[in-house]
């Protein structure tokens, strides 16, 4: 099985996978790495690991795997700090010149590459921009050679960072874009109210973080009782009006107009249910609920 190493450049909005060969990295340490553009400085955001050839498949769309050449050093470090600088300097530069351009494009950031080949400006936009001038520009007053990438709001987003509505940084920027799509399906099994401001992260698509517990939600809701079916108990009929997914509890109305919760596990499944459930060969929800677990 081939051994991975995960790495995170500051431009990149997912982490890439490496042949860590016998660099000996481990986790947290900078690393030089082979890339298509050259030779880059990135973060190793895991221990190398083994992984199945299904999932290197899936994930580099077998792609050759390129080389993790060395753990960084001092002087790789220095160096890197030194391009990181610089790169600041050249965005207001990037920034004016776009301007005087009248160019409809929004400057991200500006990227001097580790082995010094050329400097990479970041972009976003919401149209094809013809950028040749722009290019010459740059180019003359930073007397480099220029390459022009234009990112996606997501990307955008993972690149800059910032902070969700839970407080919490930007799972974009923290994790890394995951290559699973977030559909507005996963709101409404969570039960979320489909209001876009309200399930729209920093980039205005919907929250990468819809996705973490969407299975969890859809896994509960097919084991419990359906929503709004009625089930026999020992104090009368009961209507199911709500789930608690976090804590696998239900809740459940009673003749006398009393809710109650209890927990899914504590549901039972009538041997009439059972032998539909033989019948139609599907899986058995528990429909009744015995007088101790509704005292509880």
């Known amino acids: 099985m081939p051994t991975v190493v995960p790495v995170k450049f500051e431009y990149a909005a997912r982490d890439l996978w490496f042949d860590p ?51 960084a050093t001092d002087e790789d470090l220095s160096r890197a700090e030194e391009l990181a600088a610089k790169g600041e300097a ?31 400006c970041y972009f976003s936009a919401d149209d094809r921009v013809d950028f040749r001038q722009l290019v010459r520009e740059l180019s ?12 996606g709001v997501r990307e955008e987003a993972a690149v800059i960072g910032g902070y969700g509505h839970c407080g919490q940084e930007l799972c974009c920027r923290r994790f890394g874009l995951s290559f699973e799509p977030v559909s507005i399906r996963m709101a409404k099994e969570q039960d979320l109210p489909l209001n876009s401001t309200k399930i729209s992260g920093a980039c205005g698509r919907l929250m990468c973080c819809l996705r973490y ?29 709500e789930y608690n997914t976090p804590k696998e509890e239900i809740a459940l109305r009673l003749e006398s107009g009393k809710v109650v919760r209890i927990p899914l596990a504590d549901m039972d499944t009538s041997p009439a249910a059972q032998q539909k459930s033989e019948d139609l060969g599907c899986s058995c929800r528990p429909d009744s609920v015995s007088r101790a677990a509704l005292e509880r």
Not at 42 to 69: C, H, M, W
Not at 102 to 113: A, D, N, R, T, W
Not at 140 to 151: F, K, T, V
């Open 21 to 71: 060969k016998e660099s000996g990295v481990l986790e947290g340490d900078h690393v030089i790495c082979q890339t298509e553009r050259g030779l880059e400085i990135g973060l190793a955001v895991a221990d190398p690991r083994e992984i199945s050839q299904e999932e290197f498949e899936y994930k580099t769309n077998k792609a050759e795997l390129k080389d993790v050449v060395r753990v």
């Open 90 to 120: 050249a965005l207001p530069v990037f920034r004016k010149f776009a301007v005087q351009e009248e160019l409809e494009m929004k400057p991200i950031g500006v990227e001097y590459l580790f082995d010094g080949e050329k400097v990479v």
């Open 140 to 151: 003359h007053e930073l007397h480099e050679r220029i390459d022009m990438r234009q990112i």
């Open 213 to 241: 517990e969407f299975e969890a939600y859809r896994d509960f809701k097919n084991r419990a009782p359906k929503r709004n079916a009625v089930i026999e108990t020992p104090l009368g009929m009961a209507k199911i009006v």
